[in-house]
């Protein structure tokens, strides 16, 4: 036997043995250049580039205009992946909106500008006015499973799809 293959009296068993185990290293070294390309392929397929504001989708455009009129835009920019895309908008005051791809608002960030209250469901703005009426929200995320909430004073305040508070993070 030499390196795993065993030698049998008629040749065809020798010679099958050795053409599998070709086989099975050129396998192995394209799967293992697939994976590689898969690896590199997130950083190579974002396009972080700015945009105008009329390229936003619709949704987005509305949000802006129900939620934000008479901000000033300072840019936008859309990041661009493999299957999916993000948008984000800083307006000259320091806020920041981030959409997904349909336009819908995933976070709003109001860093030194004033938050836009109405974007988060009435039943956490309840909650908001009666335990913290004098707090500002900062930052709100909204992902699949509910609305996490940061508050001035540094609170995390995480809340389902349905509005209620199942976690307070400080």
Sequence with gaps: SVSGIKFATNGNYCQTEIIKVYRMKKCMMVLGGLLLLVAGTPALASDDRPI????LPAAARQ????H???AQVSHAT????????EYKVVFTDGREIEFGK????????ANRGQFPIAVLPQSIRSYLSQHYPDMPVMKADRGRYGYEVKLRNGLELEFDKSGRLYKIDD
């Design 63 to 66: 949000f802006i205009k129900t």
């Design 102 to 109: 349909n336009g819908d608002w995933e976070e709003v960030d």
């Design 68 to 70: 934000l009129a008479g």
């Design 78 to 85: 859309v990041d661009g992946h493999l299957f999916d895309k």
């Design 52 to 55: 105008d504001v009329s390229e």
